[in-house]
């Protein structure tokens, strides 16, 4: 019975043919994976990657597991080694890639096993341009996305990138899931708004999980 309690108001909502919101999934690991995150920066700091085109990103980025997904003026692609402490990713929380399969799952994608997991962090004034995520080989895999702390507007358009986004708020604990027809969609993040969030005043967290091999 207890275990019940709140669960009510849990949506999963199909907000395209292969992208499914999970409200609140990740909301009782909030803590674990904020804890997680704190430890990771301190092995792999969040930094502001250089586009190819030679422009900072306003979004500040790390990973953890096998592979990290990297920007320079050479191009987008996934690393093995982070490039500022020359040693691997620190390893993918246990936490981390069960929550990611289980949501994969819950969204009909049985067996997703993440490789990577992009950590975006963003302050008042940050925001991420539509763009589509096409560096990962295996576009029949699925992402999974977990946003944590403060409110967001996620943008997210058509199959081109002339189309209107559409948008909706993500909050602390939800899950997105982008797959098949989804996969390539353009989308991107709204600038943030200043705000404050118990767990993590004014910021924004966003765990990204790609197959990427
Ligand atoms: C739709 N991150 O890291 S996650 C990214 O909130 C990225 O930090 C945003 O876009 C963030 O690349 C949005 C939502 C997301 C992620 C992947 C997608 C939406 C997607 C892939 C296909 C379609
Ligand atoms: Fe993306």
Not at 58 to 86: C, F, H, K, Q
Not at 103 to 111: C, I, K, L, Y
Request: proline letters at 6%; aromatic letters at 8%; hydrophobic letters at 40%.
């Amino acid at each position: 019975m207890m275990e019940n309690l709140f669960a009510f108001d849990r949506r999963q909502l199909a907000l395209d043919q292969g992208a499914v919101l999970l409200e609140g999934f990740a909301l009782s690991l909030d803590r674990v994976l904020l804890d997680a995150v704190g430890r990771i920066a301190e092995a792999a700091p969040f930094r502001h990657l250089e586009t190819p085109g030679g422009r900072r990103m306003s979004v500040a980025m790390t990973n953890t597991g096998r592979l990290g997904w990297v920007s320079d003026r050479r191009g987008y692609r996934y690393d093995e080694i982070d490039p500022i402490s020359g040693r691997p990713w620190p390893t993918m929380p246990k936490a981390f890639a069960e929550m990611a399969r289980n949501a994969a799952a819950a969204a009909g994608f049985d067996g997703f096993a993440p490789e990577a997991c992009l950590i975006n962090r963003y302050e008042p004034g940050t925001k991420l341009s539509l763009h589509q995520d096409h560096d990962e080989r295996n576009l029949d895999q699925p992402i999974v996305s977990v946003s944590l702390g403060v409110d967001a507007t996620f943008l997210w358009g058509g199959q081109t990138r002339g189309d209107r986004p559409q948008r909706i708020t993500v909050q602390n604990g939800d899950v997105v899931v982008w797959g098949g027809p989804a996969r390539l969609t353009f989308h991107g993040v709204d600038t943030l708004a200043d705000s404050d969030h118990p767990l993590t005043v004014a910021l924004r967290y966003n765990l990204t999980f790609r197959t990427a091999a």
